[in-house]
């Protein structure tokens, strides 16, 4: 065998071996070493993110415990002391006790100051004034110190008093924000505000009024606690070495912080607080400012937050979590952590890997080029032996290179590759673990938030429904009263027979009743604060017996038992008393005896004595329950009841105390004799003066039934338009149907806003307008008129169900011509018309015309003197109508020109309408005094 001689030489385009060794390595070396790097960083930064946020909610937490401990303990310590005064076991008209008391409880809890101001300007407290931390015990009492001066005490082991420490001077307690604000809200609540003397330290003050058994006010207690207390425990907690806390008011005002700072500036010995936008702590500032203008309005923070901000080039994060107090503190709690205090160490050691890599870069390229090197001349051997055995030279024995390092290199990566796989293990599960806890902690919060929101919305239901009560019930009784009443009088003008008469009376009077007994539930607190005052009207007396019979009698022919009413036989008389109060009255009496019988009779018996000042005597005398002894002495107080639960259940026991009280107010007393077991008996009497010639005045008057009207412009065509704006049916049906078929042109609308269309379009001769309505109510609708150059002039008359003279008054001054109370009675509604419009009214018996019109003719008409004008307004005030009378026929035999004047009273007087009497005699006065001055 030949060996061939010819060799191949190396192609100038392959590459040398030692490069194909060493720069795969160096770059697998570099490759990695960057990869670990990068990888290092990133989920170091992932873990700063995730411990900040961690940490932030832990010291958010904190902090919210911690405020529920210490403010709780204030709160808790203000109800405790105001139910030991409510229970009278403590006195707070004794300061001594008081100081000790509170001494005793600043042992124990960490407030800074407890006190009791008390209506009369008197004080007691204890509390921490001085440096030293001692307590004292504080005293204002100008009993006992004969002036208004602030004693300081210090106090022995036990609180006792031991020497005066400082006199502060004058001091009034009740002029401080703590005592002032819940005298006048009367409810438990918190305060913040300036201590008036020395160290002048802002509080946020527990503050509970204390009232007697009277609910009248005996003083306010006070829990101070100093805002600076809950700084220093806030400088107590290790966020971070540049982190911050502190907590924000809604408005941004600072509460407390981390920083050494005190949340409030004194400026002439007043506190100024700061905002924390306003704070000289620059992470402080920044953030508070930063969440301004994230956030606009901090009210709109409803749960936590987390954010991020950057500040002089480096990233912040941001913890807010809102803290809510049942007394109604709002609070933001902020927790800042610069991202610098986590990653310093992560940024050496980044760059410590940066040098590293850099180094084991350049070794692995030094040791790279000597162990190819050290690799390529064994193999350039196993080359030169290949060629020579290629060229014929077997017997090369080529020296076996040793793979020791190379085996050791890889299972060094395996385990570098294993140990990385566990990092990023490690990570996942503790990323999982992180997620899972703030699912937990928003759960939580998300439960919080809806149980207060749940508590919140019910709590103002319920003050929603007790301010809205009193309004209600007036006008959504009022209104269906409204068209009972209002259809009563309607069919009363088409009764055909007298039986279908006295029962549409009867309608009408058990409807007055009713709405009598809403006005005088509603008018019960103004019997308390004795602000209810009489009103005495002329009424016929047989008439007002005979409906307060009709009525009693249906409730005891219902009940089977007899009703006997036994009138006096000289009771045929007017009488001027308040037939609104004597009504219910005896209603309630004989409601209450019909009640308690249920077998035998109810007797109702009027006994009239005549004379100067007439005398009238009521008994009610029953065969019911009776009474014992002790229920005598209790049947008159607000809301007891006698007799078993059944009975019971059907009144609310008021009837009896609000009618002692009306006939307290008429001079007189109920008194009551009563047998358990055999019956009752009450009566009473009262002195009024007579009414003579008394007729009843409605809408039937003495000149016969009202048939139409005759206006200032006697044109048969001219038809007066009148506009109903009322949102309720019932109420503008009432009046349509009086008035239109009195020749009226009625026009209606559902609101202001139709009723101020329809005004425009139509110009109606007289508007009547309701106040309450939807879409536009009767104020808005009465403002654009008086507001319009066109529509200024429109007669208004304003129609309320109000119970409240301030409505009448007030619908007056705001531009309505006249008032017309719901529900609407038929004669005051035609007076309301003559006086506006100028009307004489047409009756069914008579071709002659009768006008009410008492402002044109006290005009026209000549008067006597002023002094006799006033005589006969003095004999009116007094219901003395004889008087009148007599007045008047001396003047028919002065003076032959007083004869119209004359006439026109004296049919007035037949109407027997005081109101419209008195309104005559005020304009005559009025014009006479006019005349006089000209």
């Known amino acids: 065998m030949m060996l061939s001689n010819n060799k191949n030489s190396p192609n100038k385009g392959n590459l040398p071996l030692r490069l194909v060794l060493v720069l795969p390595f160096v770059l697998q070396i570099f490759a990695a070493v960057g990869l670990t ?84 300007g008197d004080f007691a407290g204890a509390g921490r004034f001085f440096d030293d931390g001692r307590v004292t015990v504080d005293e204002v009492s100008r009993k006992r110190n004969g002036n208004q001066h602030w004693y300081i005490y210090n106090t022995d082991k036990l609180g006792n008093r031991a020497k005066l420490a400082i006199d502060n001077g004058p001091y009034i307690a009740m002029q401080e924000a703590w005592c002032e604000e819940p005298a006048k809200t009367g409810k438990s609540m918190w305060t913040l505000y300036q201590w008036q003397s020395p160290p002048y330290t802002v509080s946020v003050s527990a503050n509970r009024p204390v009232y007697d058994k009277n609910k009248n006010l005996i003083g306010v207690i006070g829990v101070d606690q100093r805002l600076t207390q809950i ?93 809510r107090d049942e007394w109604g503190l709002d609070w933001l709690v902020v927790v800042a952590v610069p991202e610098s205090d986590f990653m310093g160490q992560i940024n050496a050691n980044t760059r410590t890997t940066l040098l590293l890599c850099l180094g084991a870069l350049t070794l692995a390229t030094i040791l790279g080029f000597y162990t190819s090197r050290w690799i390529a001349r064994p193999i350039l051997r196993l080359s030169q032996a290949s060629e020579s055995i290629a060229a014929g030279e077997l017997n090369q024995q080529v020296e076996v290179p040793p793979v020791d390092e190379l085996g050791r290199l890889a299972q060094s990566f395996n385990r570098m590759a294993q140990q990385l796989r566990d990092s990023f293990t490690t990570i996942e599960q503790t990323n999982q673990q992180l997620a899972k806890t703030n699912e937990e902690l928003e759960s939580r919060v998300e439960e919080r938030t809806h149980e207060l929101k749940e508590a919140k919305l019910t709590a103002d239901a319920a003050n929603h429904a007790k301010s809205d009560f009193l309004a209600n019930m007036s006008h959504e009784l009022r209104t269906p009263l409204n068209g009972i009443l209002g259809y009563a009088q309607i069919l009363a003008r088409t009764a055909s027979d007298e039986k279908q008469q006295r029962g549409i009376d009867i309608i009408y009077q058990c409807g007055s009743h009713l709405l009598t007994l809403i006005n005088d539930i509603l008018d019960l607190s103004k019997i308390e604060a004795r602000k209810l005052e009489l009103q005495l009207v002329p009424f016929y007396l047989p008439a007002f017996l005979q409906s307060v019979v009709e009525i009693c009698r249906i409730k005891a022919e219902q009940k089977g038992i007899e009703f006997i009413y036994q009138p006096s036989k000289n009771s045929a008389i007017g ?68 007799g078993d639960s059944k009975r019971q259940s059907e009144g609310t026991g008021l009837g009896l105390a609000i009618s002692q009280r009306f006939v307290e107010l008429m001079a007189s007393q109920i008194q009551v004799e009563s047998q358990l077991g055999v019956g009752s008996k009450f009566f009473f009497n009262i002195n009024c003066a007579i009414a003579t010639d008394w007729v009843q005045t409605n809408s039937l008057t003495s000149s016969g039934r009202i048939v139409g009207y005759v206006g200032a412009t006697p044109i048969k065509e001219n038809r007066k338009k009148i506009l109903i704006v009322d949102d309720r049916w019932e109420n503008r049906s009432v009046i349509v149907n009086l008035l239109e078929p009195l020749g009226f042109e009625v026009l209606e609308a559902n609101n202001g806003e139709e009723g101020l269309e329809k005004i425009t379009r139509h110009r109606p001769d007289m508007i009547i307008c309701d106040l309450a309505m939807p879409v536009m109510d009767g104020w808005e609708m009465l403002k654009q008129l008086r507001q319009s150059q066109t529509l200024r002039d429109a007669i208004v008359i304003v129609s309320s169900a109000s119970v409240f003279e301030i ?40 071709s002659t015309e009768s006008s009410i019109d008492t402002d044109a003719s006290a005009k026209t008409i000549l008067s006597p003197s002023i002094s006799d004008l006033k005589g006969l307004l003095e004999h009116v005030e007094t219901g003395y109508f004889r008087g009148i009378r007599e007045e008047l026929d001396r003047l028919a035999q002065l003076d032959e020109q007083y004869q119209p004047f004359i006439r026109e009273l004296r049919e007035l007087v037949k109407g027997f309408n005081i109101q419209t009497v008195r309104h005559f005699l005020l304009e005559s006065i009025n014009q006479s005094q006019k005349s006089t001055k000209i």
């Open 37 to 120: 790097g990068y990888l290092s960083l990133r989920n170091g930064q992932q873990a700063v993110n995730d411990l900040a946020n961690r940490l932030q909610r832990e010291v958010s937490d904190r902090i919210d415990q911690h405020l529920d401990s210490y403010l709780n303990t204030g709160r808790h310590l203000a109800e405790i002391n105001g139910g030991a005064m409510d229970m009278g076991l403590l006195d707070p008209n004794n300061p001594q006790q008081l100081g000790q008391f509170f001494w005793k409880q600043l042992q124990l809890h960490n407030v800074g100051y407890i006190g009791f101001c008390l209506q009369t």
């Open 231 to 323: 700084s220093d425990f806030l400088q107590q907690l290790k966020v971070s070495p540049s982190g911050k806390t502190f907590i924000l008011e809604r408005n941004g005002l600072l509460i407390a912080s981390s920083n050494k700072e005190q949340s409030f500036t004194l400026v002439n010995s007043k506190a100024k607080r700061l905002h924390g936008s306003d704070s000289k702590d620059p992470l402080i500032q920044a953030t508070a400012k930063h969440l301004t203008e994230r956030f606009k309005n901090l009210s709109t923070i409803k749960d936590n937050q987390s954010l991020e901000f950057q500040l002089n080039g480096q990233r912040h994060f941001i913890q807010v979590a809102p803290w």
């Open 575 to 642: 009488i001027v008393a308040d037939e609104k109060r004597l009504r219910q009255v005896l209603i309630n009496l004989l409601g209450n005896a019909i009640k308690f019988t249920d077998k035998g009779s109810v007797t109702f018996k009027v006994e009239v004595l005549l004379g100067d000042i007439t005398n009238l005597r009521f008994y009610i005398q029953d065969t019911g329950i009776g009474m014992s002894p002790q229920q005598l002495e209790k049947i008159f107080l607000p809301f007891e009841q006698v």
């Open 807 to 846: 409505d009448r008054q007030n619908s007056l001054d705001a531009g309505g011509n006249d008032f017309l109370a719901k529900p609407v009675q038929a004669h005051e509604l035609y007076a309301v018309l003559a006086k506006q419009l100028q009307l004489n009214w047409v009756y069914k018996n008579t």
